[in-house]
């Protein structure tokens, strides 16, 4: 009975730790979409970032912006990823 019981709990368990793991990456995958998304509409689709359409002014203020949240965006992985996950 006892040993019904524990395989009854072991099933029952959910492993917090893989879903923190799971979120870290879905995170991790939505923002730099989002990151990406934003730096191509900004740069291709109203075309700050093409030579041909955009102003040296615009252009700048475009890369700027580009490495700018493109170091924040390292920043924010670095913090996330930082800290070991203790083995199963």
């Known amino acids: 009975m ?19 793991f799971f979120t870290k990456i879905i995170r991790t995958v939505f923002i730099g979409m989002f990151w990406m998304l934003i730096n191509i509409f ?3 689709y109203l075309g700050f970032g093409v030579p041909e359409e955009s102003t040296p002014l615009r252009m700048t203020i475009f890369y700027g912006w580009f490495v700018l949240s493109l170091g924040a965006y390292i920043y924010f992985l670095w913090r996330v990823w930082r ?4 083995p199963p």
């Not at 524990?6 to 893989?18: A, G, I, R, V």
């Not at 800290?83 to 203790?86: D, H, I, S, W």
């Open 2 to 20: 006892d040993e019904q019981k524990d395989q009854d709990e072991s099933k029952d368990q959910f492993d917090w730790q893989l879903m923190q």
């Open 42 to 44: 900004f740069g291709l």
């Open 83 to 86: 800290r070991k996950m203790p």
